[in-house]
């Protein structure tokens, strides 16, 4: 088993808990519960698999992918009750998804063949897409669009290190977990610390 394979196998377990998580805050049957999960579980590998024309999209080629986040979803509709802050744990379980996710993105970018901005774009979808589809349907404003936290970035930046560590020779397994550190350090330091890019603010225009 490959290392994307294993990559895509741990974000698809991290992000289907996050989405029963958001699940049973919108108090959902249990299957709604495995829809939203699936939903974020797959949804940023499958654009990637998409837009790179990969043979298969890798839950199709595999649908042990989807029966992992269905079985995180049952697990999770019995057991929720038991999380005293379910929001906290959200946020934080997704932070773990991105890292492992755009790794996992930019490492199947990187194995095509495809040149460096392609790569970059790559590992930020599939980090952040199924994220953004699991909000948008629950109807919850989307982490990644939330004001004054970095996401996006911690998504961009972890594949552009990992682009930066391959050109200079490091082999791709440490470059894939250089990016996964790189993404996850700098969206934990957002979530503990409240670490943000400078946001627009409007003003009067000129007479």
Known sequence: MSLVTLLDYASVLVFALTGALVASRSQL????FAFISCLTAVGGGTVRDLL???DEVFWIADPNHILLATG???AVFFSAHLVESRLRWVIWLDSFALAIAVSAGTGAAVAMGKPAVIVVLMGMATGSLGGLMRDVVVGEV???LK???????CAMSGAMVA????SFGLASGL???LCAVVCWGLRAGSIAFGWHLPVYKS???RS
């Open 203 to 205: 003003r009067p225009p």
């Open 163 to 166: 682009v930066a560590a391959l």
């Open 142 to 144: 989307p982490l990644v």
């Open 52 to 54: 790179l024309g990969r």
């Open 72 to 74: 995180a979803a049952v």
């Open 29 to 32: 049957d249990i299957v709604g």
């Open 147 to 153: 004001q004054g936290e970095l996401y996006i970035t």
């Open 175 to 177: 470059a894939l977990i």
